[in-house]
């Protein structure tokens, strides 16, 4: 509910977190808030509702070596913790709820890639709310109905159809007017009312920009932005 934004970098020469608003940039995480030599990357970082917290994704390396896994810190400062107590899994970005108090992700054990739910009060049990499904963000609502993530049925590498699921599970609605053309949308975004969802999807030498009406699944073409811009 602010005009900032996280984003990673590299430009200070080793894999960073960073915050942006109008005007300035603020380091907020660094390798160096990891023992030496320790951290292969840092990504996907998500700002909480309240700008007061970001979750990332930090793989290991050297003697340390394991897969990614998800990472909480205050933007104020203080040592970065485990977001889960999650262990021999794999763990990729995702969204906060809209009230700050969870954080969805996408989790790979084996083969099985899983898409999961987790109390933000860090070094917390996860909960499997839905499986197979594609390592595409998942994306909360703004009004807290929906998480629209990517179902993946036939495992990875095969085609996946973007679906919403309701945070407890109990719902969920497959969009497949959004798999027409070409291709898949990689990522999907709500509008601020939470009643459109906007994605880029390629189709030939073309990327559209497209609205998809949550309750109707009417498909708008918003324009079509070109290779340089997906």
């Known amino acids: 509910h602010q005009e900032k934004f996280v984003y990673a970098s590299d430009r200070n020469g080793a894999p960073a977190i960073w915050m942006r608003t109008e005007g300035w940039d603020r380091l907020l995480v660094s390798s160096a808030a990891f023992p030496p030599d ?9 700002l909480s509702p309240g700008a007061d917290r970001v979750v990332f994704t930090r793989a290991s390396h050297g003697g340390r070596k394991e897969g990614p896994k998800n990472w909480i810190s205050s933007v104020s400062g203080g040592p970065a913790v485990r977001l889960t107590n999650a262990k021999d899994a794999n763990e990729w970005g995702g969204c906060w709820s809209p009230d700050g108090e969870h954080f969805a992700y996408t989790q790979d054990r084996g083969s099985l890639r899983s898409l999961m739910v987790v109390k933000t009060s860090g070094e917390a049990s996860p909960t499997v709310l839905h499986e197979k499904n594609s390592n595409a963000l998942p994306q909360w609502s703004p009004d807290g109905q929906w998480i629209a993530y990517q179902d993946q049925p036939d495992g990875p590498g095969t085609g996946g159809t973007w679906t919403l699921i309701s945070p407890d599970g109990k719902k969920v609605r497959r969009l497949e007017g959004l798999n027409a053309g070409d291709g898949v949308a990689a990522a999907l975004a709500f509008s601020s009312d939470s009643q459109r969802l ?20 009417r498909e708008k073409i918003i324009g079509d932005i070109g290779k340089d811009f997906t």
């Open 38 to 46: 320790s951290t292969n990357w840092i990504m996907t970082p998500s």
């Open 198 to 217: 906007y994605g880029i999807r390629p189709e030939q030498d073309h990327r559209y920009l497209f609205s998809v009406d949550i309750a109707t699944g």
